[in-house]
């Protein structure tokens, strides 16, 4: 065609340019359609063709930006549970009160309903799906709970933060998943002021 010029072709899997270069921006887009598609669907039921539709991108810049769908699934989470964030303002004020900031903080992310949604996906989906269980553990055990632990310099620290996780983790399921009562509606403070106390001992004392 005289006067026009041909759209460049891509190789199978490459991203267009023009796309490659919105950068950041895309990138969240992606994590935050992430975050709804897993939430909605289930990892099971989720494809990255699905979330590439909802973020209104190519799929291949989706495995572009993230890779696997189980990178996709841990970056989703991550979003909910910002451990990056957390981690210095939990520890931030000392030992004194970490039970109290950790439990606080768990219960506040799982009391957002925004926040709350990918994490009944990532809880029910990690009780069959190793995928799943393999995020749970990375996010709440190793980048929340073990760093914690670890900067409190305390003895056997992934034992502790096991132990908190478990404690916490199980508060969840029966909180949240199964919605066992009366847990289920007990005042988040409530639970926060029994929880503290153990969570404490876990992570402070000898």
Do not use: C
């Not at 891509?10 to 975050?35: K, N, Y």
């Amino acid at each position: 065609m005289t006067g026009e010029s041909r759209p460049r072709r891509r190789g199978p899997g490459r991203p267009r340019q023009d796309e490659v270069e919105e950068g950041p921006g895309t990138q969240e887009r992606i994590r935050l359609a992430a975050r709804e598609v897993f939430a909605e669907r289930g990892y099971d039921k989720t494809s990255v063709r699905g979330i590439a539709k909802v973020a209104g991108v190519d799929p291949a810049l989706v495995h572009h930006y993230f890779g696997s769908k189980d990178d996709l699934f841990a970056a989703a989470i991550e979003i909910s549970m910002e451990p990056a964030m957390v981690v210095p303002a939990v520890i931030g004020e000392g030992p004194e009160g970490i039970g109290e900031r950790l439990a606080r903080y768990f219960l506040g992310v799982w009391e957002n309903p925004v926040t709350r949604a990918p994490l009944l996906a990532v809880i029910r989906s990690a009780l069959t799906h190793e995928a799943a269980a393999k995020v749970l553990r990375g996010l709440v055990l190793r980048r929340l709970l073990e760093r914690v632990a670890a900067d409190l310099d305390v003895p056997d620290p992934t034992f502790r933060a096991e132990l908190a996780a478990s404690h916490m983790v199980g508060i969840a399921i029966l909180r949240y998943v199964l919605q066992v009562e009366p847990l289920a509606s007990a005042d988040p403070e409530d639970i926060v002021a029994l929880v503290a106390p153990t969570l404490q001992r876990y992570l402070t004392e000898d």
